[in-house]
T-cell receptor
Framework: SQKIEQNSEALNIQEGKTATLTCNYT??????LQWYRQDPGRGPVFLLL?????KEKRKERLKVTFDTTLKQSLFHITASQPADSATYLCALEGETSYDKVIFGPGTSLSVIP | DAGVIQSPRHEVTEMGQEVTLRCKPISGHDYLFWYRQTMMRGLELLIY????????DSGMPEDRFSAKMPNASFSTLKIQPSEPRDSAVYFCASSLRRYKQFFGPGTRLTVL
């Protein structure tokens, strides 16, 4: 069955460092991979989307890579700040309307001042 | 735009009661999604609509759950009868295409 795994443990990093979050998947060939941020008590917020034919995408301090051979995406936050502390979810999606969107379990990130 | 609106924000009910959750998507969005989130199972897609038509309801856990979208600006998720294991946060999301979804604030459901 389709499966998504993210960093199994919560991630704690020092302010100013680069945070790297991992998303691995099996039994799926996504056309798109997305990253969302979720704060406690709120719904997820869309951050970035990368397509299967793209290797890397950047937005301000965020960078996403997508390796369809390894079936893995890496999500980087450079110059991290305490305000970046949240849970980050990756989501896979196929090409057609009949392909279900699947979310990973999320990784909790804490940026320590 | 006010974003996706969900009501109620919190619902506490007793086992066996009917529960109706409501969602108003962002105007102009063609897709509407219902999700359930728990600590154990994470964020699960229950059902989604495209242009008010249900496309995939394979995530609906059982016949006690039903969803409707009578028009482009309103959707409901109904649980009848409710059970304690239905306790979770239910999110509604909408999007112009299937990706880049905009989530509502969620409804926290507690079934006693």
């Amino acid at each position: 069955s389709q499966k998504i795994e993210q960093n199994s443990e919560a991630l704690n990093i020092q302010e100013g460092k680069t945070a790297t979050l991992t998303c691995n998947y099996t039994n799926y060939s996504p056309a798109y991979l997305q990253w969302y941020r979720q704060d406690p008590g709120r719904g997820p917020v869309f951050l970035l989307l990368i397509r299967e034919n793209e290797k890397e995408k950047r937005k301000e301090r965020l960078k996403v890579t997508f390796d369809t051979t390894l079936k893995q995406s890496l999500f980087h936050i450079t110059a991290s700040q305490p305000a970046d502390s949240a849970t980050y979810l990756c989501a896979l999606e196929g090409e057609t309307s009949y392909d279900k969107v699947i979310f990973g379990p999320g990784t909790s990130l804490s940026v320590i001042p | 735009d006010a974003g996706v609106i969900q009501s109620p924000r919190h619902e506490v009910t007793e086992m066996g009661q009917e529960v109706t959750l409501r969602c108003k998507p962002i105007s102009g969005h063609d897709y509407l999604f219902w999700y359930r989130q728990t600590m154990m199972r994470g964020l699960e897609l229950l059902i989604y609509f495209n242009n008010n038509v249900p496309i995939d309801d394979s995530g609906m856990p059982e016949d006690r759950f039903s969803a409707k979208m009578p028009n482009a600006s309103f959707s409901t998720l109904k649980i009848q009868p409710s059970e304690p294991r239905d306790s979770a946060v239910y999110f509604c999301a909408s999007s112009l295409r299937r990706y880049k979804q905009f989530f509502g604030p969620g409804t926290r459901l507690t079934v006693l």
